[in-house]
T-cell receptor, first 111, second 119 residues
Framework: EDQVTQSPEALRLQEGESSSLNCSYT??????LFWYRQDPGKGPEFLFT???AGEEKEKERLKATLTKKESFLHITAPKPEDSATYLC????????????FGAGTTVTVRA | GAVVSQHPSWVICKSGTSVKIECRSL??????MFWYRQFPKQSLMLMAT?????????EQGVEKDKFLINHASLTLSTLTVTSAHPEDSSFYIC???????????????FGPGTRLTVL
């Protein structure tokens, strides 16, 4: 069974204070690791897909990296508008197209 | 990115009534769509997989007679909560993967969600 664990559960940052979120996963065979951003009362917004260890992707202040066991989402010089819950999900060879989600990390950035 | 819409965005109903939620892929075709529910401060839980032209596949523990799913076209899936009760109150979200009939699913794009409150 696919397992996804995100840490920390919550993260409070000062504006400009860079940090990283962790997503550890256990799958039979990885078909993709996904990062989403979710604002309160909204559906998840797609950020990145990573497919193989060593891969990196960037979007504005966010950078996602992937190893064989975990992924990191780095937030560089965050702004208050980066406050959201960040969800990690995996798609595996055993579950074809289904996504298994982690519990999420809620990030709060104070001005 | 691809756009997925949901309607309504929120609904309040009385216990015992049925509620229908629509999920549409606006700029791409989706032979498969997914329905999730999310309780406050929890992550998304997959309820069922909606397949165009065939029966939906339900996750373990999800009552298929209570949560009726219809995927009548390549751009529309509906979830009907039948005989709703207060414990069915939740945030329901649909998603659709790109890739179409080639089944090379890449990203999944989510709708904005529907907040259901059953009184």
């Amino acid at each position: 069974e696919d397992q996804v664990t995100q840490s920390p559960e919550a993260l409070r940052l000062q504006e400009g204070e860079s940090s990283s979120l962790n997503c550890s996963y256990t799958v039979s065979g990885l078909r993709g690791l996904f990062w989403y951003r979710q604002d309160p009362g909204k559906g998840p917004e797609f950020l990145f897909t990573l497919y193989s260890a060593g891969e990196e992707k960037e979007k504005e202040r966010l950078k996602a990296t992937l190893t064989k066991k975990e992924s990191f989402l780095h937030i560089t010089a965050p702004k208050p508008e980066d406050s959201a819950t960040y969800l990690c999900a995996v798609r595996s060879t055993s579950n074809d197209y289904k996504l298994s989600f982690g519990a999420g990390t809620t990030v709060t950035v104070r001005a | 990115g691809a756009v997925v819409s949901q309607h309504p965005s929120w609904v309040i109903c009385k216990s015992g009534t049925s509620v229908k939620i629509e999920c549409r892929s606006l700029d791409f075709q989706a032979t498969t769509m997914f329905w999730y529910r999310q309780f406050p401060k929890q992550s998304l839980m997959l309820m069922a997989t909606s397949n165009e032209g065939s029966k939906a596949t339900y996750e373990q523990g999800v009552e298929k007679d209570k949560f009726l799913i219809n995927h009548a076209s390549l751009t529309l899936s509906t979830l009907t909560v039948t005989s709703a009760h207060p414990e069915d109150s939740s945030f329901y979200i649909c998603s659709a993967p790109t890739g179409g009939r080639r089944k090379t699913y890449n990203e999944q794009f989510f709708g904005p969600g529907t907040r259901l409150t059953v009184l």
